[in-house]
Structures are given as structure tokens and as C-alpha cells.
């Protein structure tokens, strides 16, 4: 069973940075397109950042200019670096492999997600 790890969250004030990490089990970054997802108090998930196994990226308007997804795929770990981190980027991050197929839905379990708390 596929599991998805999530690390490197805490608490940072406006304007720092973080880097998140995702490892997962077995080759599933090198053989996905990936995702990060974020869900604040009281909103749905959403996708911030993707990268495809070509390392094309795409990030939401909210977090583009600010985020960067990467992959290693030897370490089958994804990262997000997160800088000029804002109050509004506090939320649960989550990562999750992506279907091929439209609307390229999260496919694994969740894992339990990595908390980021931005103070102003």
C-alpha cells in the first residue's frame, strides 16, 4: 500500500519561507504526475502546485511567483519551497499523486498532511 509522508511544516511569520517534502513508498513520484494541495479552516482542498512527469509545473494564482514544486525522483520525495510566505497560505499541505486523465483527480490516500501556520 502506497504511503504519503509529509514533513517539514511549522510556524513562520509573514515573509519567511519553509520547504515542505512528500515521500512516498515505492516509484510512485517517478512514475506520476505529482501535486501539492493545502486546506484551510473552514475551505476545500484545493491544488496549489503540480509538476508532471516531464517537470512541467503549474501553480495556482494565489501562490505563483512565491512556490516552487520540484521533484527526486531517486528519493521518490516531492518538494515545495514556499517563500514570501503570507497569513492567508496558513493551512494543512498535502500531496497526492495525480490521475493521468482528466480532471487528473488526487489517486492515492491521503496522507496525514504537514500543518503551516503563517503569523502576520
Known amino acids: 500500500q502506497v504511503q504519503l509522508v509529509e514533513s517539514g511544516g511549522g510556524l513562520v511569520q509573514a515573509g519567511g519561507s519553509l520547504r515542505l517534502s512528500c515521500a512516498a513508498s515505492?516509484?510512485?513520484?517517478?512514475?506520476?504526475?505529482m501535486g501539492w494541495y493545502r486546506r484551510a479552516p473552514g475551505k476545500q482542498r484545493e491544488l496549489v502546485a503540480s509538476i508532471t512527469n516531464s517537470d512541467s509545473t503549474n501553480y495556482a494564482d494565489s501562490v505563483k511567483g512565491r512556490f516552487t514544486i520540484s521533484r527526486d525522483n531517486a528519493k521518490n520525495t516531492v518538494y515545495l519551497q514556499m517563500n514570501s510566505l503570507k497569513p492567508e497560505d496558513t493551512a494543512v499541505y498535502y500531496c497526492n499523486a495525480r490521475s493521468a486523465i482528466p480532471p487528473w483527480s488526487p489517486i492515492l490516500r491521503w496522507g496525514q498532511g504537514t500543518q503551516v501556520t503563517v503569523s502576520s
Open positions: 515505492g516509484s510512485i513520484v517517478s512514475a506520476n504526475a
